[in-house]
C-alpha cells in the first residue's frame, strides 16, 4: 500500500535527524534592565550588540551594548499604540508595526537609529487588523491581517515602505470564516532570501500556513496538525532553509496545555508532521544554531530547547517571554514579556 504523504513526511524528518541530541548547549537565561513596564510582545537582533524590542504604550527599545543599558526611544503620538512587531534591517533603520481594527494598524520607520520616525502606512479598512511584519532585506517586506469577508490581506513594499500595495485576492486562497493570525510576538510571518515567505494562521477550524516563493506576489496553502479554534491555532513560525520549518502556538488561554501545538515541515511547508514535548502553548520559535538542527520555542510560562532539529525538547530555567530573538552569529539570544521582562541567553 502506498504511503501516506503524512506518512512520507515523517520518515524524512526522522532522516534528517541526528540520532542523539547534543546536551548541554544553554544555560539559564540571564535577566536585564530594561528601564519599563511595558508587556514587551517584539523583538530584533541584527547583531550580538544591536537589539531592539518594543510593546504596549508606544514602547520602542534599543541596546547597543547587547542589553547592558536599553535606551527607550520616541514614536510621535504613539503613546497609545501597542507595538506587537518590531523589524530591524540595520543598526540604525527599524520598522515598528502596531496593531488594532482600522488606522491602529500602522506602520513606522526610522533610519537614524530611533532619533526620527516617519509613519509610512496606515490601515484605512476598519475590518482590517494587522498582526506582523517581515522583511527580506532594507527594500522590500510584508505585512499580514486578520482576513475580511473571507479574503487575506497582505501588503508588501519593494522600496523600503515607501509605498505598500496590497495582493490581489486573486492571487491568495480563500480564507476560512474569522481565518487570521495572532498578533503575539510578530513571528508568525517568516521569510527567507530570494522572496520565498510563510504566514501563520489561526483562529478559525483549520490551522494553516500560507506559502510564497515570488516576494509575495502569489500564494500556495497547506493545512497543519496544530490545534485550531476562535484562540487557537499558529503563532508562531520559523524556517532554517527552504525545506526546514516548524511553527508552534496551541491555545493562549490554555497556557499549560501542549496539545498539537507544534509540527515541523521538510518540504517547504506542503506538508506538516506533529511533534511533542513542548512545555504547553508557546508563542514564539526560531531557529538558534546556524546547521538548523537547535531551536527555542517560547510562551508566558516558560522556554523550551529543542538540539535535534525539533523531535525532542527540553526546558530552559528562567521565565516565560512572549517573542524570542536570535542574533545573526546565533550566539546570543533575546526574549522579551512581561513588565518590561527582556532575557539573553549566551550559547
Known amino acids: 500500500m502506498p504511503l501516506s ?4 513526511a515523517a520518515a524524512v524528518l526522522a532522516a534528517w535527524l541526528p540520532a542523539e541530541p547534543l546536551a548541554g548547549r544553554v544555560r539559564g537565561w540571564e535577566l536585564q534592565t530594561s528601564g519599563v513596564e511595558a508587556r514587551l510582545r517584539g ?24 542589553g547592558v543599558t536599553w535606551a527607550r526611544l520616541t514614536v510621535p503620538d504613539a503613546n497609545q499604540l501597542d507595538f506587537r512587531d518590531i523589524d530591524a534591517v540595520g543598526a540604525e533603520t527599524a520598522y515598528v508595526l502596531s496593531i488594532g481594527a482600522g488606522a491602529a494598524s500602522r506602520i513606522y520607520k526610522t533610519t537614524d537609529a530611533g532619533a526620527h520616525w516617519t509613519r509610512q502606512f496606515t490601515n484605512a479598512d476598519e475590518k482590517a487588523f494587522f498582526d506582523a511584519m517581515a522583511f527580506w532585506d532594507a527594500r522590500h517586506g510584508l505585512a499580514v491581517s486578520d482576513s475580511v469577508d473571507s ?3 497582505i501588503i508588501t513594499t519593494a522600496n523600503g515602505g515607501a509605498t505598500w500595495t496590497r495582493i490581489p485576492a486573486t492571487a491568495l486562497p480563500p480564507a476560512l470564516a474569522n481565518e487570521g493570525a495572532f498578533a503575539a510576538s510578530g513571528t ?7 522572496g520565498r515567505g510563510w504566514f501563520g494562521t489561526g483562529a478559525s477550524t483549520k490551522a494553516r500556513v500560507l506559502r510564497t516563493t515570488d516576494f509575495g506576489s502569489t500564494w500556495a496553502i ?4 496544530l490545534l485550531a479554534g476562535q484562540t487557537a491555532g499558529i503563532y508562531s513560525i520559523a524556517f ?5 520549518g516548524a511553527v508552534v502556538g ?4 490554555k497556557e499549560t496545555d501542549a496539545t498539537r501545538n507544534a509540527a515541523m515541515t521538510t518540504d517547504g511547508g506542503v506538508t506538516w508532521t506533529a511533534v511533542a514535548g513542548l512545555g504547553g502553548y508557546r508563542s514564539a520559535v526560531a531557529y538558534v544554531s546556524k546547521d538548523g538542527r537547535s531551536l527555542l520555542a517560547a510562551g508566558p510560562t516558560g522556554t523550551d530547547m529543542s538540539e535535534d532539529g525539533g523531535r525532542t525538547w527540553r526546558p530552559i530555567e528562567g521565565p516565560g517571554f512572549h ?4 542574533s545573526p552569529t546565533h550566539a546570543f539570544l533575546w526574549g522579551v514579556g512581561e513588565h518590561g521582562r527582556i532575557g539573553r541567553l549566551k550559547k
Not at 496551541?250 to 488561554?253: A, N
Open 222 to 225: 497547506a493545512e497543519t496538525p
Open 323 to 326: 517573542a524570542i530573538a536570535v
Open 240 to 244: 532554517a532553509d527552504a525545506r526546514h
Open 188 to 194: 508568525n510571518v517568516a521569510v527567507l532570501p530570494g
Open 43 to 66: 523583538v530584533s537582533a541584527v547583531s550580538d550588540t544591536v537589539v531592539w524590542a518594543s510593546g504596549t504604550g508606544g514602547t520602542v527599545l534599543r541596546t547597543s551594548d547587547g
Open 250 to 253: 496551541g491555545d493562549f488561554q
Open 151 to 153: 479574503h487575506f490581506v
Open 5 to 8: 504523504a503524512g506518512v512520507l
